[in-house]
Structure formats: structure tokens, C-alpha cells
């Protein structure tokens, strides 16, 4: 079964950038390419919200708190998707998550981003 791997958070001071990476394997480069992923976070004591996503096409859409700050983009040779994130602030702190939009798969183990104050 497909599987979804999550990296490169971490703490970094407000103001500070990350980027994350989300390797989807054992999934063929044609569903890759064919579908819509997106990143998602939750906070501690909230709900998994999306942040941002990016079809085929590369259009993407981004949640309004995260505009202009984030950037979602994909690697189909590496069936990859990533999140540039800039500008962090203390409210960007969360578990983050990537997955396909429909039908999701199994989520994977998220990585870690903390921004400082």
C-alpha cells in the first residue's frame, strides 16, 4: 500500500524558514501526477486544517493565514511534495501532514514544526 512520508521540520525562531518534504512511495508515478495534493497541520488542541494545495496543473490555493509566506510545490520524478514556508510565526506551530485529496491515504507520521517567539 501507498505510504506517505513526512520531514524536515523542526524549531526554528520566528521569522525563520523550513521546508518540508512529503515522499509518497510505493504509489506509480502516473497516480502521482494525476492527483491533487495538499499539506495540512494541527496545533495541539485543534483540528487537522489544510494549508495548501496543488493539482496536476500546478494551480494552487493556499489557506489565508499562510498567503504569501508559504509556497506548495511537486516533484513528480520524486513523487515528492513540498512546503516552503517563510516568514514563520508562532501560530504556524503544528504537526504537519500531506495527503492526496480523493481518496486519501493512509496519513503518515507528520513532522514536527515549532516556531519560537
Known amino acids: 500500500q501507498a505510504q506517505l512520508v513526512e520531514s524536515g521540520g523542526g524549531l526554528v525562531q520566528a521569522g525563520g524558514s523550513l521546508r518540508l518534504s512529503c515522499k509518497a512511495s510505493?504509489?506509480?508515478?502516473?497516480?502521482?501526477?494525476?492527483?491533487?495534493w495538499s499539506w495540512y497541520r494541527q496545533a495541539p488542541g485543534k483540528q487537522r486544517e489544510l494549508v495548501a494545495t496543488?493539482?496536476?496543473?500546478?494551480?494552487?490555493n493556499y489557506l489565508d493565514s499562510v498567503k504569501g509566506r508559504f509556497t506548495i510545490s511537486r516533484d513528480s520524478a520524486r513523487k515528492t511534495v513540498y512546503l516552503q514556508m517563510n516568514s514563520l510565526k508562532p501560530e504556524d506551530t503544528a504537526v504537519y501532514y500531506c495527503?492526496?485529496?480523493?481518496?486519501?491515504?493512509?496519513w503518515g507520521q507528520g513532522t514536527q514544526v515549532t516556531v519560537s517567539s
Open positions: 510505493r504509489l506509480i508515478t502516473s497516480t502521482f501526477n494525476s492527483a491533487i
Open positions: 496543488v493539482t496536476g496543473g500546478r494551480d494552487t
Open positions: 495527503n492526496r485529496d480523493t481518496p486519501q491515504l493512509p
